[in-house]
């Protein structure tokens, strides 16, 4: 059956424009305006009108009459809905759990001080931040998965309080969420969603406390809420829609890339797979490959939509212009279809997160492997990195000078202070007398 997809055969020329991967280049995160201005407008109302807004939104927006009083779920409800969740399903999760945590153990960072000439102290604390607000969405994202990938690295770092906010009849529609929070010991759960949800995380309401770090996916409204309160608030990244490159030469098996392409398109219509191989015979062999197995997915519609929209499959001349390809593209996830995995990854700067060889398919990372599956989007992987313990601590330098070290550089610090026109910088060094004086 062919079926009609947009998924053409393209050749790679560093000096002529590129069809798919202009249109793939396209997505981004909504910026319309008329969108931004009503999600600041949602965002300025519960900032002054509290938890009244977060009703009447939950009334517009969700169908659903609240009362102040049921904003927040009871944990006796909680633990009665993971009751429900599939067994066999729960200990899956208890594992990816163990492993998760064992590897965001590792990311943990020390305080540290050392002392210089002087005696002299200098050094580095780090001190988790004191909350932290995961946001998780209803509907067909709701993913117990990115429950645990944004849950555990907030708890290894020692966030002393961490609370969830999910659009109502999430836990009941997804009971496996409830049991994931029940194995993670999260209790303060609130059902709310939407931007309302961010706002009242950032600003606080009478029921919902403010926080220090918000974190978790969401839709567009979801997104921009986190752009827009960032600054009274801290955020883990703007999340645009997901994304895959697979790296090939002749060594790859098409019916894996297929399958691996298909996996990431089935996530979002916006969802982009890309095949970059230097060998065109494989290339034919994937397109033969995507149209068999596209048919059989129970997400079908979206998939299809997803690869006609923002597919592609490239052949380059080599291996190393693929390389260099996909640091262009920077992608969220890149998985490593070759003879010299090795060296193809050194050449790689960047990559979300790197797949190695045909057992390390895209979704062992997604569930269960142990890094975190909160990856950077859109090309941000040029700057930004997994989210991690370090996203739910802070820093604070530690300066303790002497009398003898001030004394031996307070000219110098004056200087640089008269050079810039501070004289009361410099005035607040001079007239300190030392005894060395």
């Known amino acids: 059956m062919t079926l009609e997809i947009r998924v053409e055969v393209t050749f790679y020329n560093t000096a002529a424009a590129n069809e798919a991967l202009a249109r793939i280049a396209s997505?981004?995160?909504?910026?319309?305006?008329?969108?931004?201005?009503?999600?600041?407008?949602?965002?300025?109302?519960?900032?002054?009108?509290?938890?009244?807004?977060?009703?009447?939104?939950?009334?517009?927006?969700?169908?659903?009459?609240?009362?102040?009083?049921?904003?927040?779920?009871?944990?006796?409800?909680?633990?009665?809905?993971?009751?429900?969740?599939?067994?066999?399903?729960?200990?899956a999760f208890r594992g990816a759990i163990e492993n998760v945590r064992a590897f965001h153990e590792l990311q943990r960072e020390n305080t540290w001080e050392i002392r210089t000439d002087n005696n002299v102290v200098l050094g580095q604390r780090i001190l988790p931040v004191d909350s932290a607000g995961l946001y998780v969405p209803g509907g067909t994202a709701a993913y117990p998965s990115s429950v645990i990938m944004n849950v555990i690295p907030a708890r290894v770092a020692g966030v002393p309080r961490i609370l969830i906010t999910t659009p109502p009849g999430t836990l009941e529609r997804v009971p496996e969420i409830a049991a994931v929070l029940c194995e993670l010991g999260i209790e303060e759960v609130y059902r709310i969603g939407g931007a309302q949800a961010i706002a009242a995380l950032a600003y606080g309401t009478e029921t919902i406390p403010r926080v220090a770090k918000i974190a978790g996916p969401g839709n567009v409204y979801v997104a921009l809420a986190k752009k827009l309160v960032y600054g009274s608030v801290g955020i883990d990244s703007i999340a645009g829609p997901t994304e895959i490159v697979i790296l090939a030469d002749e060594s790859a098996d098409?019916?894996?890339?297929?399958?691996?392409?298909?996996?990431?398109?089935?996530?979002?219509?916006?969802?982009?797979?890309?095949?970059?191989?230097?060998?065109?015979?494989?290339?034919?062999?994937?397109?033969?490959?995507?149209?068999?197995?596209?048919?059989?997915?129970?997400?079908?519609?979206?998939?299809?939509?997803?690869?006609?929209?923002?597919?592609?499959?490239?052949?380059?001349?080599?291996?190393?212009?693929?390389?260099?390809?996909?640091?262009?593209?920077?992608?969220?996830?890149?998985?490593?279809?070759?003879?010299?995995?090795?060296?193809?990854?050194?050449?790689?700067?960047?990559?979300?997160?790197?797949?190695?060889?045909?057992?390390?398919?895209?979704?062992?990372?997604?569930?269960?492997?142990?890094?975190?599956?909160?990856?950077?989007?859109?090309?941000?992987?040029?700057?930004?990195?997994?989210?991690?313990?370090?996203?739910?601590?802070?820093?604070?330098?530690?300066?303790?000078?002497?009398?003898?070290?001030?004394?031996?550089?307070?000219?110098?610090?004056?200087?640089?202070?008269?050079?810039?026109?501070?004289?009361?910088?410099?005035?607040?060094?001079?007239?300190?007398?030392?005894?060395?004086?």
């Not at 979206?302 to 693929?322: D, L, M, N, P, T």
């Open 27 to 91: 997505r981004s995160i909504q910026t319309n305006p008329e969108v931004v201005a009503r999600v600041a407008a949602i965002i300025d109302a519960v900032r002054t009108e509290g938890d009244d807004a977060l009703i009447r939104y939950t009334k517009q927006f969700d169908g659903v009459d609240l009362s102040r009083a049921e904003i927040r779920i009871d944990p006796a409800l909680i633990r009665e809905t993971a009751a429900r969740a599939n067994a066999r399903t729960v200990e």
């Open 254 to 437: 098409p019916e894996y890339i297929a399958a691996d392409m298909l996996a990431q398109a089935e996530h979002d219509e916006a969802a982009s797979a890309i095949l970059i191989t230097s060998v065109e015979a494989l290339a034919r062999e994937v397109v033969e490959q995507i149209e068999r197995q596209l048919d059989s997915l129970e997400r079908r519609d979206i998939a299809r939509a997803s690869i006609k929209q923002y597919g592609a499959i490239i052949v380059v001349e080599s291996v190393e212009q693929g390389c260099e390809l996909v640091n262009k593209l920077a992608p969220e996830h890149l998985e490593l279809m070759t003879t010299e995995n090795d060296s193809a990854a050194a050449a790689i700067e960047n990559a979300g997160a790197i797949f190695f060889g045909p057992w390390s398919s895209e979704p062992v990372g997604d569930y269960f492997a142990g890094p975190n599956h909160v990856l950077p989007t859109l090309g941000t992987s040029r700057f930004s990195s997994p989210l991690g313990v370090y996203d739910f601590v802070k820093r604070q330098s530690i300066i303790r000078y002497t009398r003898e070290a001030l004394a031996a550089n307070r000219g110098h610090i004056a200087a640089m202070a008269e050079a810039e026109g501070l004289t009361g910088h410099a005035r607040a060094i001079l007239l300190r007398k030392t005894q060395a004086e």
